[in-house]
């Protein structure tokens, strides 16, 4: 027969293993809540990504046609003036009417572009910058200094400083110091020439002159 000493250490056992049972249901138990709260929580989120996702095609179309609405808007009043210069010009007494009604159009024009983020790029007089600029071809002129833009043949604008069209110029380039031209196409000239006098038939060959 077992002691009573065995018998206790049995029971303290069988205690532990019970209340350790007891802890590891307690803890599945919170896990399969957590568990079911977390597929609940994706379940929505799936939800509304999927709305979000038609959702979204609408509200950009929705945004681009309330953005143009705007910016043909603000032109309008432009257009306005233009057709009072065109009118006023059939009857204008001198050029120069005429050319104020259109300045005053391109003023209104500028400042409707400008109070959507439009900006004219400067590129007359200044250092050539091919992030701004599009050189569409290059002239030698000393009294101006090297890389400078010289001509502006169309203007350019960025849109909150990202360029919508570069500034088409005409780039100063000054030759470096201390170079000349080369005649480079002597030499190739000489020595076809030298060729065909070697090719020569002995008579045909000029003699070489010589002092008596």
Known sequence: MKSEEEKKKNNKKRNLKQKDFEKLEKQIEELTAERDELFEKLQRISADYANFQKRAPKQIADSVAYEKKAIIKSLLPSLDNFDHALKGARTAESVDSVAEGIQMVFDHMTDALRAHGVEMITALGQQFDPSIHEALMQRADHDHPDNMVLEEYQK?????????????????????????????????????????????????????????
């Open 156 to 212: 350019g604008y960025k849109v909150n400083d990202q360029v919508i069209r570069p500034s088409k110029v005409i780039v100063n380039k000054l030759p470096t110091e201390g170079t000349e031209e080369e005649p480079a196409e002597e030499p190739k000239e000489e020595a076809p020439r030298k060729k065909a006098a070697e090719e020569l038939p002995e008579e045909n060959k000029p003699k070489e002159e010589t002092n008596e």
